[in-house]
């Protein structure tokens, strides 16, 4: 009777050690699974991200950035987003998707850098035009309406485009919606007439810096239109971009032909400030 029972109790237990053995190497397998997830990018090669206005080369800037989202809370036309999963050991850090909503400096004291805690944000820029987000390239130039000799009529990105931008015409300080702000123009000319350094670049040439502060003003030009043609009456122009690009994404998210004729793509060798 006691072997019996003996016997049958350290089957029991044999069994529970069984049981709790496996539940214990499940649990292992999903931790290193998802600690793996963090790899994917390092094996297909890092997900390459606009980063807000002031970050610093990208492995100091994941180094630096403690994904505290103070950049995203405080940036008035909510350009900034969060990363999900496919950016494995960059997730959670903020990032620009210009198409959607670039950053149009409508904070003038650039709100996300003063917002960073760690300085992943340089704290050493203080106005647009010292910022180095990303480098425009004109990708796409033969759909260019420009190039085509053609204008624009209507709202640049439709009706149902939810993107946002200051006009200065209408209100300094609040954006509105791109799709309340239709346009005529005889030569489309979009990207030059909302790029906020050449806005700022023309305001100082007026003699009217952006809050009387000539710091505001930049020392380069950003973007141009330049002749290529002028047949039967017909000029046609081409986008050029210039030093003064900072990479802010304007362009890319105003440029009514889909997709974008200008698109921004990350700066790798950023330093957080333009030299």
Known sequence: MF???GRATSNLKKKKERRQFLRTMAL??????????????VVKGWVKRLRPPGALIEHKFLASCIKCGQCVQ???VEAIKLTDMVDGYGI??????????????SCD????????PTGALTHEVDYSHQVDIGVAKVVRPGACLAVQGKGFKGKARGAGFDGVLRYE???????????????DLELCDLCVRQCPIEIRANQCDAGKPPSG??????PRRAIRLVEISDENGVKKMKPEILDGCVGCGVCEM?????????????NENRTGKRV
Request: a negative charge.
């Open 109 to 116: 004291g650039l709100q996300c850098v003063l917002a960073c």
């Open 213 to 218: 502060d000539k710091n505001q003003c930049p």
């Open 254 to 266: 105003i440029c009514p032909v889909d997709p974008a004729v200008i698109v921004v793509e990350s």
């Open 92 to 105: 959670g850090t903020p990032h620009i998707e210009a198409r959607n909503q670039a950053c149009d400096f």
């Open 3 to 5: 072997d019996k029972k």
């Open 74 to 76: 405080v940036c008035p």
């Open 28 to 41: 292992m397998s999903g931790v290193v699974g998802a600690a793996l997830l963090g790899y994917i990018p």
């Open 169 to 183: 015409e209408i209100d300094r300080w609040k954006a509105i919606p791109v799709a309340d702000h239709p346009y």
